[in-house]
Each structure stands twice: as structure tokens, then as C-alpha cells.
């Protein structure tokens, strides 16, 4: 009997960051489901437009729970699963290994496959279900290639930060990656040694983020903003409910944003802001002044 192993599709990964704790003083973030399931009885249309159940139990070799209640069989319709029947669709951090023909029946016939769904030539069309796919049939050709694909990208990330040598752009590449409440290092060195631990833990989409050229209009903002705060120019903490800029020894208020939100929210709140036609003017006088600093690094 051949082995088979199924993986959970990427819509399951949680949307949420999640940890374990490993020792009483460290915890490590991760992003796999540690359990779940497929379902062991399942419903669906067949093209034909007639209801049909897929049912597995281990007691017998077909799948089908119009077959699985007949005399010769003899299995009722409402019998309990066991808990082996349990476990034989169980997902551990997102894997699911079996040997079982029955069971890579079962898992092959039902709507949470995503194979169900495909209809094309050599494939079987399997009929209808508004059940989203679950998991999939893990395909070794296809996981080298990603994992080669994979390597190549993360090649083309380090070479691109290897290839910066002006403090300023790589300090910018560090702010839209992270956000305005980053602090960048003050050197191309350690900004580059940062970056090289970003691209080792990124997935796809920071990759693919760290490699595009053209830095959006939006971006550009978070940049400015975070300059901005850096050169002491504008202050979310000296007046409250204000987003103030300095002026001589003092600080006049140039936005009414509320303390009550937080910092993250009243950058993006400034953001908008500063995109728009009323904050026009602001945006020209705050990118002048970061300018006439010098764009110093946060301290």
C-alpha cells in the first residue's frame, strides 16, 4: 500500500499571530494549525443532481453510506464513529500520512479535497457542494519546484540589499517595511543585517514586498511620517487629542486626532490625512523639513 500526504491549504493558517511557550522563559511564534480535521461524513450533489453521502468506517471497504447500510454490510446509519475513525482524518500541524486505501478514498471523494472541485480532462467532476476545499494531496515535483522558486526569491532579496548603499534608502526600505513606529539602525551595516533577518523569516507576500521598485504614494507618506517624528518635527504625545508640529521652542497643533485611539491608528488617521487635499500644504512643509535636517534616524 503506497503512502499518501495531504497538507491543510493556506486559507487555514491562522489570521492571528499565535505562540508557544517552549521553556518558561522564551515563547516562539508559529503559524501552523497544531490540530484539525476532516469531516467523517459528508453530503453533496452529483452531477447527475442527486444527494449522495460519503461515510468512512473502518469496518469496510466502500465509502458509500447507501452501500454501508445494506444487509450484507449492515452498518446503521447512525452508528457512532470510533475514535479510530477519528484519528484517521486527523491533521497534525497541517500534515495528514496514511497508508490506508480506504482512508485516501474517503479524503479523495469528498468536497473538502480541492482536487473535488477541478473539471478538466483526466480529472473526475464529483458534483456540487458549497463546502470551501479543506487540504490537498501534497505533490513532491510541485514542492521542489516551490522550494526552488522559494530560494531564488530569497537570492534576489539579499542581493538587492546587499547592492544599497546609501543610509537614507536603505533606511526608507526598513520604514515601509515596518511601519512608522520603526526605528531604523543608524548604519548601512546593521541596516543590512536587519534586512537579512527580515528575508530569513518573510513569507511570500514580505518577499514580494521587499523586492518591488516603485514605492507607492501611500508608503511614501509612512516614510514622511516617520522622518518627520525622528527630526522632532511633529509630535503625536505633546498636546493631547493634537498631532502638533514644532514651532520655535513650542508646539502648535495641526491635526484634532483623538489619544483615545492608538498610536497605530492615529499615524494611519495622520496618513490619510496628509494624502488628502486639505493636508496638501502640511505634506509640503513637513517633506521641506525633513529635508533641511538632514532625515537623521530616530533615536
Not at 482524518?89 to 469528498?110: A, C, G, H, R
Not at 517595511?177 to 551595516?189: C, I, M, Q, S, W
Amino acid at each position: 500500500m503506497s503512502v499518501k500526504t495531504y497538507v491543510l491549504l493556506p486559507h487555514t493558517k491562522p489570521t492571528a499571530p499565535h505562540y508557544q511557550r517552549v521553556n518558561k522563559d522564551q515563547r516562539v511564534q508559529f503559524d501552523k494549525r497544531p490540530i484539525d480535521h476532516a469531516y467523517l461524513k459528508q453530503t453533496f450533489t452529483t452531477p447527475e443532481g442527486k444527494n449522495r453521502t460519503a461515510r468512512l468506517k473502518l469496518s469496510c471497504n466502500t465509502i458509500w453510506q447507501d452501500e454501508q447500510i445494506k444487509p450484507d454490510i449492515g452498518i446503521p446509519a447512525n452508528e457512532q464513529f470510533t475514535p479510530q475513525e477519528r484519528d484517521a482524518v486527523k491533521f497534525t500541524y497541517e500534515f495528514l500520512i496514511t497508508n490506508n486505501e480506504t482512508v485516501q478514498t474517503y479524503l479523495e471523494s469528498i468536497p473538502q479535497y480541492d482536487k473535488w472541485w477541478v473539471k478538466k480532462e483526466g480529472v473526475e467532476w464529483k458534483g456540487f457542494s458549497d463546502e470551501r476545499p479543506l487540504y490537498t494531496l501534497l505533490d513532491e515535483e510541485l514542492i521542489a519546484d516551490q522550494k526552488d522558486e522559494e530560494f531564488k526569491k530569497r537570492l534576489k532579496a539579499a542581493n538587492k540589499i546587499a547592492a544599497i548603499e546609501n543610509l537614507k534608502e536603505i533606511q526608507d526600505l526598513m520604514i515601509r517595511l515596518n511601519g512608522t513606529a520603526f526605528t531604523p539602525p543608524d548604519k548601512v551595516r546593521d541596516c543590512r543585517n536587519a534586512l537579512i533577518e527580515f528575508v530569513d523569516d518573510a513569507n511570500d507576500e514580505m518577499l514580494d514586498d521587499l523586492l518591488k521598485d516603485e514605492v507607492s504614494a501611500d508608503e511614501k507618506v509612512i516614510i514622511l511620517i516617520s522622518r518627520a517624528i525622528s527630526e522632532k518635527i511633529i509630535s503625536f504625545d505633546a498636546v493631547k487629542n493634537q498631532v502638533s508640529k514644532k514651532k520655535g521652542d513650542g508646539w502648535v497643533s495641526v491635526k484634532n486626532i483623538s489619544s483615545e485611539y492608538s498610536a497605530e491608528e492615529r499615524e494611519r488617521y495622520f496618513a490619510e490625512f496628509l494624502t488628502s487635499e486639505d493636508g496638501k500644504l502640511l505634506r509640503s512643509d513637513l517633506e521641506k523639513g525633513v529635508e533641511t535636517k538632514g532625515s537623521k534616524p530616530k533615536k
